[in-house]
């Protein structure tokens, strides 16, 4: 099992000229406690799960870009994109270009957009749930498309490109994951299209979904085994490590659900303490579990 380290919050407590620098103190922390990726959300104001919206957030891909520059192994991306944030010949060019800058880092991370209330206070696209996902399915096509390096005219029922010129071609074909747990829809785009799923919910409720994913696998001819099994959860350690063995038992049962990799945050943004303690305590241990 491997770690991901999921930045979603960037008020760290300073002015704004610190933030930069503490972003940088803290990939490079992740990197070298032993962290395989780092994620950022893509959203433009902060959410209520983290804290409100008069709070610092960063756009995805600059700062993605950042975090390549201070960071030489890790595997970067979205967790994830709101489909109708960007169209998708720009967003599989910014993906592209971040593969190429990072030195083949890069990853899609991609789903079908939830936060209606940015999106119209920013101006933004936002389109009813059913066209969403329509969307995020020409998408996927679109950037596997652009990826591939094929250049030819797209013609769908959403967008239309007259030639999906893609030049400098990534470095590696940037893996895609389709972000959500929904049974019916967003769990077959995932076997249809994408080569890691990220889900959420407890150890049970994940074996669910995955039974679910299996089911979609079959039913298009998919090897289950292909896709890259992700989840997300808090990394709380404590002050010390005092709570290593209950993050540790979290991770036990996520991964004898069958999940691979699992992307957290710690509680304090910017703890780089925090990391230290998790490359001591828990990637060690979780590394030798196959």
């Known amino acids: 099992m491997e770690l991901g380290l999921h930045i979603s919050n960037f008020t760290f407590g300073g ?10 103190s803290v990939v490079r922390k992740a990197e070298d406690v032993g962290f395989a ?6 959203h433009l104001w902060q959410i209520n799960q983290v804290g409100n919206k008069n709070m610092d ?13 201070h960071t030489s192994k890790v595997e970067l991306f979205t967790l994830v994109t709101g489909v109708t944030y960007r169209a998708p010949g ?8 971040l593969d190429v800058l990072s030195g083949g880092r890069a990853w899609l991370g991609v789903g079908a957009a939830w936060n209606e209330e940015e999106a119209i206070g920013l101006g933004l696209d936002f389109a009813p749930t059913a066209e969403r996902f329509a969307r995020l399915e020409e998408a996927l096509q679109i950037c596997q498309q652009m990826f591939s390096g094929e250049v030819a005219p797209y013609r769908g029922e959403q967008y239309q490109l007259a030639e999906t010129l893609n030049l400098p071609l990534p470095i590696n074909r940037p893996r895609i994951m389709v972000g ?13 299209y994408a080569d890691a799923c990220n889900l959420f919910g407890d ?4 074996a669910h979904k995955l039974t679910v994913l299996r089911d979609h696998c079959a039913a298009v001819g998919r090897d289950y085994d292909t896709i890259l099994r992700t989840s997300s959860i808090h990394f709380d350690v404590g002050s010390d490590g005092e709570k290593s063995g209950q993050l540790l038992e979290n991770l ?22 925090a990391l230290d303690v998790i490359g001591r305590d828990i990637i060690p241990e979780i590394s030798r579990w196959t």
């Open 252 to 273: 036990r049962q996520l991964h004898d659900a069958g999940i691979q990799v699992v992307h957290g945050s710690t509680p304090i943004a910017g703890d780089v303490a």
């Open 15 to 24: 002015p704004n000229t610190e933030l930069a620098p503490t972003l940088a």
């Open 90 to 97: 720009l967003l599989a060019k910014a993906v592209t270009t």
């Open 37 to 42: 990726k780092v994620t950022v959300m893509d």
């Open 203 to 206: 150890a049970k409720t994940v």
């Open 57 to 69: 957030m960063l756009e995805a891909y600059t700062t993605l870009g950042y975090l390549a520059a």
């Open 180 to 192: 959500g747990s929904g049974e019916k829809k967003t769990l077959r785009l995932v076997a249809k």
